[in-house]
Nanobody, 123 residues
């Protein structure tokens, strides 16, 4: 059974940092590309970053380049999303998702989703 579980969200002040984790089970992490998406209240879901299977190439949405860093630890079956210089526009539920593709994109190819973790940026 494929399962993705996010953690690491919380309430943080503007300018702060968080590291989100996505623990995968039921499949070999290295066989899948993993993406991070977010959905803010009243807005559509937005892809923010992904990391490709096997080769580990990364991709970022323009809105988060320079502040978000995605990485994976295959031994722990975990993908991380480091978020720095948080601002109010980063407030959202963050989801990780898995796609059976070699090179990742932030499109509709993700078949497996976690339940999400809430990130709130507020002073």
């Amino acid at each position: 059974q494929v399962q993705l579980v996010e953690s690491g969200g919380g309430l943080v002040q503007p300018g702060g940092s968080l590291r989100l984790s996505c623990v995968a089970s039921g499949f070999i992490l290295d066989d899948y590309s993993i993406g991070w998406f977010r959905q803010a209240p009243g807005k559509e879901r937005e892809g923010v970053s992904c990391i490709s299977s096997r080769f580990g190439s990364t991709h970022y949405a323009d809105s988060v380049k320079g502040r978000f860093t995605i990485s994976r630890d295959n031994a722990k079956n975990t993908v991380y999303l480091q978020i720095d210089s948080l601002n109010s526009e980063d407030t959202a539920i963050y989801y990780c998702a898995a796609a059976d593709v070699v090179f990742c994109r932030l499109g509709p190819e993700y078949a497996y989703w976690g339940q999400g973790t809430q990130v709130t940026v507020s002073s």
